[in-house]
């Protein structure tokens, strides 16, 4: 089992940064691939980020390519999303997951956390 807990949200004006933070317990941290979600009201959840296991391999969805940045800390168990420009149409919430794949979809993903809400004002 790995347990995900996500803090770091909040509200920003658009233009703004915000850097969250995925600390992990449980199983071996170092050996999971890692990823951001998000879900806004009324919508899917849809891939943000995700980072390998070592850390060298990332990817992003075109939505946030450029403004969002995704790394880990595997001695301190955390993963990071650095958030800036943001725009009021990122708001949602946030969770991280560790899985399988550097994958872009939910279903790759085992362990999740609760989730932390970022919301963009105009």
């Known amino acids: 089992q790995v347990q995900l807990v996500e803090s770091g949200g909040g509200l920003v004006h658009a233009g703004g940064s915000l850097r969250l933070f995925c600390a992990a317990s449980?199983?071996?941290?170092?050996?999971?691939?890692m990823g951001w979600f998000r879900q806004a009201q009324g919508k899917e959840r849809e891939f943000v980020a995700a980072i390998s296991s070592s850390g060298i391999n990332t990817r992003y969805a075109d939505s946030v390519k450029g403004r969002f940045t995704i790394s880990r800390t595997n001695a301190k168990n955390t993963v990071y999303l650095q958030m800036d420009s943001l725009k009021p149409e990122d708001t949602a919430v946030y969770h991280c997951a560790a899985g399988r794949l550097v994958g872009g979809s939910p279903n790759e993903y085992d362990y999740w956390g609760q989730g932390t809400q970022v919301t963009v004002s105009s």
């Open positions: 449980g199983r071996t941290f170092i050996i999971f691939n």
